[in-house]
């Protein structure tokens, strides 16, 4: 009780609540907007979440999540566009709800879709984070070491069509990490270290400016290709009866409750997201709508069960995420991954750690989960007929704003130091550069940041554990926390390929 | 051999091949105190990470090939091209040369480019007059702004401090708040000037809609950074 109440503290104040509201309705906006997305809204704020205290930075990140998240069904619903790929679900019955004339009740029914998703997820995270975190203090360093890697197989050999692709994009993102000094013995790892040796190129990589340079810098070249693109008319929708029936919602239970928890386990996953957890409450839902004897209506006929059911999977994949992201510090999506980077700027390791010696913050974090979600309800009810007008901003006027914003972003983060922010400026047009590269030609992007995040981590246990076991490298193979690990990696690495040759 | 073929896995082939020959250049790093042995070093993840990179990129280079019609739509255009390549080059160019012009002129010059770039499609040479205008008016506004806004903040700041005026006029947020008016209402004012002295109109939104984008922005990045989160922002050629 005490740590909550000194969570509470720590959340309830003027700036804290100020800045999530604007968290909140910047998410929202950044998620209506096709072409922007949640995890590059949470790379632009980063730097501004910086220069606030903990928890209200953590509440501000969380809010622009939970907003952008709900906020891409608006254009889905309303113009058959989803503003990112978690609403792509949402379309199919949003639609033609909207083209039957309920464009109200499909936003309204959205919102508190997303309401049920992201408070019941949360609950998942208040009840299993803890006990997920207690059970990392039986990790050593071969366990942790092992545990980084299974991290970002997974992600890799989920977050792209091609497995390899995956595999070299987290080793990259590995090898950036280790630019800079050398953990142990100190000694520079950076090339042309006898001319550099006195420039900002020792801080190595710098996460911030990465993140902003891979979400938002690539983000906005990769767009460019749209420009001249017409964009689709926002038609004049009349947007009443703003709430479904409370029986509608009553009917949709078991919906409901299956969408929860597809949504929850699938972003406990790492590397998953919610775009997968969209299709599979679309097909559980589906199967109940069968097994309901016509008591809810068809998918795909313009009904609120089309709605209810991916809004309820993709909110609930925030809560989900922050799973492994608080008790092991493996992310489960490349947004929780961003978040992470967050608390490690702040010096805050994700972990068992953090449980035991910063138990106020979890309650804080939870906390602030909680308002951002209301915030998410609140502003996207109150903002229904502004957000469509917003929707006819040309992205010819947004990003040159958002690449401004990633430069200065990424030279806040070096406070005082001229040179340093503008290395980090310069890291973000490189890692902006790299981002563009890879989206144009398949390679995904979010094992570079679980390289970046975890390769540290996976280097020192690595050589930890090794001395330990006085240069025994088998050492591995010797404990049964390990060899689950390596045999979860070895599976993720395994399924894929058996699944595509089951396919051919 | 690169019509059939990717460019990206070569490119990262190369890489990975160099960064072998880096790593092993490099030599090993031992942990400190290390006598008893054990520590692996610190070359032998790196250079198994770079083995890893280089065969997985070459097989990537023979397997993954160019097939005829793909990725229509990742396909660019010339005004896309243009437009990417301005915008690379610029955002260099910005980075380059913030120290010298400082924040307020690149942050607003970036700005105004890309977005008349992007509004027109390119910077065609029929637009060359506008777009200098544009960028020589909306210059002088953003300085004329800045300028006040400055004075308004230091007025308020070291006359809060020596308590010539209420002290919570002096605070960080109501100084921010009445540089933001200020701001506000000379953008305001300068925005009806403005539509008075151009009239004409074939050209003029997308010019005005450049100028009042980037004033307004950097204007604001600089008040929320500077202003708010003490950021010290480069200052440049514009010193006060």
């Known amino acids: 009780m005490d740590f909550f109440l000194a969570g509470l503290s720590q959340v309830l104040n003027v700036s804290t609540i100020a800045w999530m509201a604007a968290g909140s309705i910047l998410g929202i906006l950044l998620g209506a907007l096709p072409g922007l997305t949640a995890t590059m809204g949470i790379a632009l704020v980063m730097p501004i979440s910086f220069q606030l205290p903990t928890a209200t930075g953590i509440g501000l990140l969380l809010a622009v999540y939970c907003g952008a998240v709900s906020g891409a069904s608006i254009p889905a619903i309303l113009l058959g ?45 208040i009840f299993f984070s803890p006990l997920i975190a207690k059970a990392t203090l039986a990790f050593g360093p071969a366990e942790k070491t092992t545990l980084a890697l299974v991290g970002l197989v997974i992600i890799a050999s989920v977050s792209g069509k091609s497995l390899l692709k995956g595999l070299f994009m987290g080793a990259f993102g590995m090898i950036l990490s280790f630019l800079g000094a050398d953990p142990f013995s100190g000694a520079l790892r950076i090339p042309f270290a006898q001319y550099l040796s006195q420039t900002p190129f020792t801080k190595g990589f710098d996460l911030t400016s990465s993140l902003i340079g891979l979400f938002g810098v690539s983000q906005v070249l990769y767009e460019l290709k749209n420009i001249d693109k017409p964009k689709e008319p926002v038609k004049q929708v009349e947007i009443k009866n703003l709430f479904p029936p409370f029986k509608k919602i ?134 229904v007929r502004i957000y469509p007008k917003i929707l006819k901003v040309p992205g010819g006027i947004l990003f040159p704003i958002v690449l401004a914003l990633s430069f200065i972003g990424s030279y806040a983060i070096a406070g005082q130091a001229t040179s340093v922010g503008i290395y980090n400026m310069g890291i973000a047009i490189f890692m902006g550069l790299i981002g563009y590269v890879c989206k144009k030609d398949g390679y995904p992007i979010s094992p570079i940041v679980l390289g970046l995040i975890l390769g540290q981590m996976f280097e020192e246990n690595f050589r930890r554990a090794v001395k330990l076991a006085a240069g025994n490298y088998f050492t591995f193979f010797t404990k049964p926390i390990c060899l689950l690990f390596i045999l979860l990696a070895i599976l993720s690495i395994v399924y894929p390929i058996i699944k595509k040759k089951r396919e051919k | 051999m690169f019509k059939t073929r990717k460019i990206t896995p070569f490119a990262f082939c190369v890489f990975s091949l160099v960064y072998i020959f880096y790593v092993v250049q490099l030599g090993d790093s031992r942990m400190l105190g290390d006598s008893i042995g054990g520590d692996p070093g610190g070359r032998i993840i790196p250079l198994v990470l770079g083995i890893f990179m280089f065969i997985s990129s070459f097989y990537i280079w023979l397997t993954d090939k160019k097939v005829k019609d793909e990725n229509v739509e990742n396909k660019l255009n010339t005004v896309e091209k243009h437009l990417l390549i301005l915008t690379i080059v610029l955002s260099l160019l910005y980075v380059s040369t913030a120290r010298i012009f400082g924040f307020i002129l690149s942050t607003s010059l970036l700005i105004y480019i890309l977005t008349f770039a992007n509004l027109t499609l390119g910077l065609q040479k029929s637009n060359l007059k506008a777009f200098f205008s544009g960028a020589i008016i909306s210059e002088i506004i953003l300085i004329a702004v800045y300028t006040a806004g400055r004075k308004l903040t230091r007025f308020l700041l070291i006359n809060g401090r020596k308590q010539l005026i209420p002290a919570w006029l002096g605070s960080s947020v109501a100084t921010l708040l009445l540089t933001i008016l200020l701001v506000s209402v000379l953008f305001f004012i300068f925005n009806i000037l403005i539509n008075k002295i151009f009239k004409n109109k074939n050209l003029f939104t997308q010019v005005k809609m450049s100028g009042a984008i980037s004033v307004l922005t950097t204007e604001f990045l600089y008040l929320m950074f500077k202003q708010f989160f003490l950021v010290e922002l480069i200052k440049g050629i514009i010193y006060w």
Request: hydrophobic share 50%; glycine share 14%; proline share 4%.
């Open chain 1, 250 to 383: 009553r009917s949709m239970w078991k919906i409901i409750l299956s969408s929860l928890g597809i949504g929850t386990v699938v972003g406990a996953i790492p590397g998953t997201g919610a775009s997968i957890a969209v299709f599979m409450s679309l097909d559980s839902a589906r199967n109940i709508i069968n097994a309901s004897n016509g008591k809810l209506e068809e998918l795909g006929t313009g009904c609120l069960e089309g709605v209810f059911a991916p809004e309820v999977a993709n909110n609930a994949v925030t809560g989900g995420a922050l799973i492994p992201a608080l008790a092991l510090g493996i992310p489960g999506d490349s947004a929780t991954a961003v978040l992470i980077g967050a608390l490690m700027i702040k010096g805050i390791a994700p972990g068992y750690q953090l449980f035991q010696q910063n138990m106020s913050l979890v309650y804080a974090i939870f906390i602030t989960m909680f308002i951002a979600n209301l915030f998410m309800a609140l502003f996207q009810i109150a903002g």
């Open chain 1, 81 to 125: 566009i989803p503003g990112n790929p978690n609403a792509i679900a949402t379309v199919i019955d949003g639609k033609k709800m909207t083209d039957k004339g309920l464009a109200g009740q499909a936003l309204g029914g959205a919102v508190i879709a997303s309401l049920i998703g992201g408070t019941g997820s949360l609950i998942c995270l």
